[in-house]
């Protein structure tokens, strides 16, 4: 079946590295996006990734994919409190259509 | 460009009671979406449209109904609202349904 899963919290320090962790069921996902959630705001990309790609960084953020185990992640370099967020990965599902399969979401807490 | 935008911000309505959200984008995009969001539960889509004129059923449309009649707006409405649609409601607009989608700032609903 369909289904993005991450799990629910994360705590680290300010200046610290934080990965966020999503797997995910279609291996034939062409695009896999993060998103960030402000509290009261809607969804905002992040960034995202294509299938065919391993790695990618820009900036603090490092993407990583692993196609064999459908897992990907999202690390922030140097973590600060502006970064506490909530954050979905989220992967095109093919089923004759589309569709956009959000996870439930990492709620990321920074301690200053 | 103001992007994706959503009226009203909140609304409190006694069970039963109808209303209509209202959802405008200026990217003339083709792509529209209604989610809903709940704690523990991400997002989960209630309708979406392909087009002008066009709408589709999504995750949990139960309750709700939806209308594209211009390509910059699409309306979300509950005929009767229970409790149980007691929510934050997310409208989000895209190029295509490959893409990164663009959200509103969000529609916190309660139903007493």
């Known amino acids: 079946g369909e289904d993005v899963e991450q799990s629910l919290f994360l705590s680290v320090r300010e200046g610290d590295s934080s990965v966020i962790n999503c797997t995910y069921t279609?291996?034939?996902?062409?695009?896999l996006y993060w998103y960030k959630q402000e509290p009261g705001a809607g969804l905002q990309l992040l960034t995202y990734i294509f299938s065919n790609m391993d790695m990618k960084q820009d900036q603090r953020l490092t993407v990583l994919l692993n196609k064999k185990d459908k897992h990907l992640s999202l690390r922030i370099a140097d973590t600060q409190t502006g970064d506490s967020a909530i954050y979905f990965c989220?992967?095109?599902?093919?089923?004759?259509?589309?569709?956009?399969?959000f996870g439930t979401g990492t709620r990321l807490k920074v301690l200053a | 460009n103001a992007g994706v935008t959503q009226t009203p911000k909140f609304r409190v309505l006694k069970t039963g009671q109808s209303m209509t959200l209202l959802c405008a984008q200026d990217m003339n995009h083709e792509y529209m979406y209604w989610y809903r969001q709940d704690p523990g539960m991400g997002l989960r889509l209630i309708h979406y449209?392909?087009?002008?004129?066009?709408?589709a059923k999504g995750e949990v449309p139960d309750g709700y109904n939806v209308s594209r009649l211009k390509k910059q707006n699409f309306l979300l409405g509950l005929e009767s609202a229970a409790p149980s649609q007691t929510s934050v409601y997310f409208c989000?607009?895209?190029?295509?349904?490959?893409?990164?989608?663009?959200f509103g700032p969000g529609t916190r609903l309660t139903v007493t």
């Open positions: 989220a992967e095109i599902y093919t089923s004759g259509t589309y569709k956009y399969i």
């Open positions: 279609d291996s034939s996902s062409t695009y």
């Open positions: 989000a607009s895209s190029y295509s349904q490959k893409r990164e989608q663009y």
């Open positions: 449209s392909v087009g002008e004129g066009t709408t």
